[in-house]
């Protein structure tokens, strides 16, 4: 008994009504009439839990037995996205709850939209974090996701006079079904004080931290179960608590601020995630954060997940942590700590140990976005950890003094320590220094990784370096979101692709099969309607029928390039406008953006001002007759994506060649059937080999020709000049047509373009908008289109994530399924 997890309830209607009126009554202290929508909400929640939960029991008793590896992803962010669909498809419940709950007069749907999704991430990063613990759990691998559980997730975004105006997001509000708190699993995580030095009984000098303050670092277990099967692994998420509740002496004196004051320190660790998702802002609490979950997950492990007396020599027999980007790269002076100042590990045995049990994912290649801790904070906040530090340094520098003698500039250009503008540790090399593998998420990326961004260290380690492009999981993004596309092709070739994605292959031979293609293509128009009815619901926006939907959904980021995007709408328009074009000449198209803007950061927000300044235009314009339409619902969030891709025709991808680490956006438009115009830049490379050049629209510069033309020299004034249509068209957005008059209001976003045009929109205009009228042509011919997106659907089983977790498995963790 005590170990055996009590058995699921019984898998029929009846099971589940009795257990989801039982969760009401007793969880939700309600009767069913009595009960809110909400109440049903949690109710099903905990109901659909009850049946994974025996799964979950027994997996966290399975591996525990087999002392197996398990993969230990640190990340800081994870964006989740709802989880009640999840959960009902991995269980197999879903027929059955929707047919409970009709039985009790209530439609799931009413229920679904209760949910508010924990938005623990910014975008790519964290969104990719997801979809590879979703894999790992399907593939049966024993893993863990440890990150922060952020009170405050993303912001939620509103538009105000078409401005972005954040609100906090209360996602906590509600309820929270999905989490198991375990507050006396709680770990103390220490800060600040100073280190010194001590004989340890065997004379032995030894260094100790002696921090000033610490707090709670309180577990909080999620489900993350497997697609029918067994397997439900655990994604363990860390809240900061106060040591020591508020101060009753400091209180009793009357200073009741001062009081709570330690408390509201403490838990501002994990009050809010940070909205940046490229350029850090080198703010004390982030790295307060950063630590805080390491500590806390590192702890956590040897504490609780290993047998008491482990051996710790034989650590990377049981563990291989993954540094989702450098966020979480202060684990490695943690362990060695651990090791040395715990252990009683000398400096060479915790090296070998540590330097075996860390893996580094770099997910960028914009050089502002490279974490450089000031020592001063390090010093101040963690001084026994910056002490690790230099002389993990020291170390590595006297290997590359060995290695080139002579060449101090090298040292000096390869040393963690940087000098300039001040002194600080450069994560990035930390984490190449101590990483077993560096990889890159897609094959250009770690290609540009290694000659551009860390050419030095693949130079001393070439065999270090490697490439695992990313994926998506199929569970989310193709047969949840997209119901009505999963049943025809689970019709056609039969159930297996959703654990087998490539077998995606063989539905090609149906590209030539006119019937298969209306029903494909119904099955297109059927999402659209979908898509119409949310953003009437949602947003006001009447998506008008019949248009191709043009969607580009992303973090607002220059190197992005919304504004190319934005150029060639005003392009369009201006051409009408002007009588160069008739109305008549547009294929009738919808724009549909989706983008938050870190909120520090006002060019991306100036941006999102002239999207929606031009929309209410362009939108109002009888002279376009309804052919030319912009749609820019608030709030893009993993939920608005699950009904906006399957909707789409047409895929946006078109950043700067060399500057999209991946994309995993571009993977998910593939994969439910719209096509791609893009640049050669991430994935796309990957996506365009696979797909067929005919199947993929490609233009501008590719990242060597982009290199070129920045070594020359690039001057955007001379496109401007050069192009007479580019010309009309910023001088139309100069002229105020899109603000009221005011000829200034976008002179920030304009005159950037202008003049800097870091990212090259200007140069890469004629051969977007030349090839924006390919697009119009072939879609012209919806035979020929409806063909092109089988083939795409068929051709990019390959962005699985469970392919990218094979080889991770294989190139970088070394183990394997529990299978
Ligand atoms: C410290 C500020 C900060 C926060 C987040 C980040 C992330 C690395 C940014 C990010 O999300 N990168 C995206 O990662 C995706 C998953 O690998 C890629 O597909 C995208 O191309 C990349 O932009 C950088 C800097």
């Known amino acids: 008994l005590a170990t055996a997890p009590v058995g699921s309830p019984s898998h029929n209607v009846d099971g589940f009504v009795r257990e989801f009126l039982h969760e009401l009554n007793t969880n939700q202290g309600v009767t069913l009439s009595a009960s809110s929508l909400n109440d049903q909400y949690l109710a099903l929640a905990s109901t659909v839990k009850n049946y994974l939960m025996a799964r979950w029991l027994e997996t966290g008793l399975k591996t525990r037995a087999a002392k197996v590896k398990t993969v230990g992803y640190l990340s800081a962010e994870y964006l989740l996205g709802r989880q009640l669909d999840n959960a009902l498809l991995a269980s197999d419940l879903a027929d059955i709850a929707e047919k409970g709950l009709e039985l009790c007069g209530i439609d799931l749907a009413d229920l679904r939209v209760q949910e508010v999704e924990p938005g623990l991430g910014n975008g790519g990063l964290g969104r990719l974090a997801a979809c590879f613990i979703d894999s790992l759990a399907t593939m049966d691998v024993p893993s863990i996701g440890y990150g922060i559980r952020y009170e405050y997730g993303i912001f939620r975004q509103t538009f105000v006079d078409g401005r972005q105006v954040e609100q906090p997001d209360t996602w906590l509000a509600l309820g929270a079904p999905w989490e198991f708190p375990h507050p006396e699993s709680a770990v103390q995580v220490h800060f600040g004080g100073h280190t010194e030095r001590y004989a ?14 610490n707090v709670l670092a309180v577990p909080y277990n999620y489900m993350v179960p497997g697609y029918l099967n067994g397997r439900v692994n655990t994604l363990r998420l860390w809240s900061a608590q106060a040591t020591k509740a508020f101060d009753l002496q400091i209180f009793n004196s009357g200073d009741y601020a001062q009081a709570v004051r330690a408390q509201t320190f403490a838990e501002n660790i994990s009050k809010v995630l940070y909205p940046e998702d490229s350029t850090p802002q080198g703010k004390e609490l982030r790295l307060q954060q950063q630590y805080f979950f390491v500590a806390a997950s590192l702890r956590d492990f040897i504490d609780h997940e290993l047998e008491p007396g482990f051996d710790l020599h034989r650590l990377p027999e049981r563990i291989t942590f993954q540094l989702n980007d450098t966020h979480p790269v202060i684990a490695v002076p943690e362990l060695m700590r651990i090791l040395i100042d715990e252990h009683g590990f000398d400096w060479d045995e915790a090296w070998e140990v540590t330097r075996q049990c860390f893996d580094y994912t770099c997910h960028t290649l914009l050089p502002e976005a490279l974490e450089v801790w000031p020592t001063e904070l390090l010093g101040r906040l963690l001084p026994r950890h910056l002490e690790i530090i230099f002389q993990i340094n020291d170390q590595f520098l006297s290997l590359v003094r060995q290695t080139y003698p002579g060449d101090e500039m090298l040292a000096r250009r390869m040393s963690m320590i940087s000098e300039h503008p001040e002194r600080g540790v450069r994560m990035a090399f930390l984490a190449t220094v101590a990483a077993s593998r560096v990889n890159g998420v897609a094959e250009l990326h770690s290609q540009l990784l290694r000659d551009k961004v860390l050419p030095d260290f693949s130079s001393l380690w070439p065999e270090k370096f490697t490439n695992v492009t990313n994926g998506v999981t199929p569970r989310r993004f193709v ?7 999963s049943e025809l092709i689970t019709d056609t070739i039969g159930a ?4 087998d994605l490539e077998r995606l292959k063989e539905l090609e031979p149906y590209a030539d099969d006119p019937q298969f293609r209306e029903r494909f293509a119904a099955v297109k128009a059927a999402n659209k309607h979908r898509l119409t009815d949310l953003l009437r619901a949602r947003d006001g926006i009447d998506l008008p029928d019949g248009h191709l939907l043009d969607v580009m959904v992303k973090r607002l980021h220059e190197y992005k390039r919304q504004s190319l995007k934005l150029l060639h709408i005003v392009s369009l328009y201006e051409q009408v406008i ?4 008739s109305a008549a000449d547009l294929t009738p198209r919808t724009v549909v953006f989706g983008a938050k803007a870190a909120p520090g950061y006002r060019m991306a927000k100036d941006t999102i001002h002239l999207i929606n300044k031009v929309a209410a235009k362009v939108n109002a314009a009888p002279e376009l007759e309804e052919r030319l339409k912009i749609a820019f619902p608030a709030n893009y969030n993993v939920t608005l994506a699950e009904t906006l891709i399957p909707a789409a025709d047409l895929s946006e991808q078109i950043s700067l060649a060399g500057m999209e680490a991946s994309g995993t956006g571009n993977m998910k438009f593939a994969l439910n059937g719209a096509l791609t115009i893009g640049t050669d830049d991430g ?11 005919k199947h993929f629209f490609l233009f501008g510069m590719d990242e060597p020709a982009v290199s070129a033309l920045g070594a020359k020299g690039y001057n955007p004034g001379s496109c401007y000049e050069a192009n007479p249509q580019l010309k009309a068209t910023l001088d139309l957005i100069l002229s105020g047509h899109f603000s009221d008059g005011d000829r200034h209001l976008f002179d ?9 045009d870091r990212f090259m929109a200007l140069a890469d205009f004629q051969a977007y908008v030349d090839t924006q009228a390919k697009v119009e042509e072939r879609y012209a011919d919806q035979e020929a289109w409806t063909r092109s997106t089988i083939l795409n659907v068929a051709r990019t089983g390959y962005f699985s994530s469970d392919r990218s977790m094979r080889d991770y498995l294989q190139r970088i963790w070394h183990t394997s399924p529990m299978l």
Request: aromatic share 8%; proline share 4%.
């Open 578 to 581: 002007s009588g160069k074009i």
């Open 496 to 499: 297996g692709w959703l654990t």
């Open 748 to 756: 920030s976003v304009v005159y950037n373009l202008l003049n800097q």
């Open 683 to 693: 994935a796309n490379v990957e996506i365009r080999r696979l797909v067929g050049d």
């Open 200 to 213: 340890d009984d065997g004379g032995q000098e030894r260094t100790r931290w002696v921090p000033s303050w």
């Open 479 to 485: 047969r949840l979101s997209n119901p009505l596309l």
